[in-house]
């Protein structure tokens, strides 16, 4: 099984809709979670932490369910701009020094006109 | 705005030869890392550093080999390049010890191993 594992896509949603991804990881231990974006031939940049208690930032809404294992991700008012790769990631804390980060495939986001 | 940079975005080198690939961050991070990432199996952790001359193995060490002698600069080093490390190279580098410090990249390398 995955640490961390995510549904690829693609999902095609047309402009303005909700869009939801899941994610899941394996390590009941994790300490952080993160959604990073990636455009298509660019690196990953960080999009929003996700807290326990569950944060927003503008249309997007990041959970997090430390009994689940799951952590998700909401975009509302989808944009044309939102288009790229989504990437679950988690910090599994399984090393006391420099913070590892477990990345998940990604999911792929295509929003329509 | 931080800034990470790699020596090169694409890259082409024949089998057997030794390869080197240069990241050098300029916001004073003492953690540094290098992932390749292949279609499918997202980014994948070869080694990283949490300090100068410190180096550890992430998941897929084999093949590879890193340098860092000061604490702007990580190499990763393909000792003997093969076709199977034809990948994408990502270095990024993140500040201190706090489980919820941004890792930030650079633009990435693209190695073709002919």
């Known amino acids: 099984r995955k640490e961390v594992e995510q549904d690829p896509g693609p999902f095609n949603v047309p402009e303005g809709a909700t869009v939801a991804f899941n994610c899941t990881y394996s390590n009941s231990a994790s300490q952080s979670f993160f959604w990073y974006r990636q455009d298509c031939r660019k690196e990953p940049k960080l999009l929003m932490s996700v807290y326990s208690s569950g944060n927003e930032d503008g249309r997007f809404t990041a959970q997090l369910n430390r009994a689940s294992q799951y952590i998700s991700l909401l975009i509302r008012d989808s944009k044309l701009s939102d288009s790229a790769t989504y990437l679950c990631?988690?910090?599994?804390?399984?090393?006391?020094?420099?913070?590892?980060?477990?990345f998940g495939q990604g999911t792929r986001l295509t929003i329509n006109p | 705005d931080v800034k990470v940079t790699q020596s090169s975005r694409y890259l082409v080198k024949r089998t057997g030869e030794k390869v080197f690939l240069e990241c050098v961050q300029d916001m004073d991070h003492e953690n540094m890392f290098w992932y390749r990432q292949d279609p499918g199996l997202g980014l994948r952790l070869i080694y990283f550093s949490y300090d100068v001359k410190m180096k550890e193995k992430g998941d897929i060490p084999e093949g590879y080999s890193v340098s860092r002698e000061k604490k702007e600069r990580f190499s990763l080093i393909l000792e003997s390049a093969s076709t199977n490390q034809t990948s994408m190279y990502l270095c990024?580098?993140?500040?201190?010890?706090?489980?919820?410090?941004?890792?930030?990249f650079g633009p990435g390398t693209r190695l073709t191993v002919l």
């Open positions: 990631v988690v910090n599994p804390r399984q090393y006391q020094g420099a913070q590892k980060l477990v």
């Open positions: 990024a580098s993140s500040s201190g010890l706090a489980v919820y410090n941004e890792q930030f």
